[in-house]
């Protein structure tokens, strides 16, 4: 499968507002493109020996692999977490418009 060097990451966050620092932060950063925050959803997991319920917002982010490990470095540096999630997803195509625009966006100053 070829990838188009664009990267979506994702993280999980229990607060709304912390949600919104870590996508707004790797933005102006130039980290990210953009990035979304998903309306909370309820989330179930194990953690240290219990089962847990909390509710979660979802923040992914546009990227470029060549800007993914800074985004991870800044994101677990930002994250609240013990061990925050963190997913990333090769995007294998789309708008060449719009992958051009994520490219640029989160070039390196």
Excluded: N
């Amino acid at each position: 499968m070829e990838t188009t060097g664009i990267v979506i990451a994702q993280t999980t966050v229990d607060d709304e507002g912390r949600a919104q620092a870590l996508a707004r932060g790797a933005v102006e950063a130039r980290l990210a493109a953009c990035a979304h925050v998903d309306p909370p959803f309820t989330a179930v997991y194990r953690w240290k020996g219990s089962v847990e319920t909390a509710l979660e917002w979802r923040v992914s982010y546009k990227t470029t692999a060549a800007r993914l490990a800074d985004l991870a470095a800044w994101v677990g540096r930002e994250h609240p977490y013990e061990v925050p999630e963190w997913i990333t997803l090769p995007v294998t195509g789309g708008s060449g418009a719009y992958l051009r625009w994520v490219a640029e966006e989160s070039a390196a100053g």
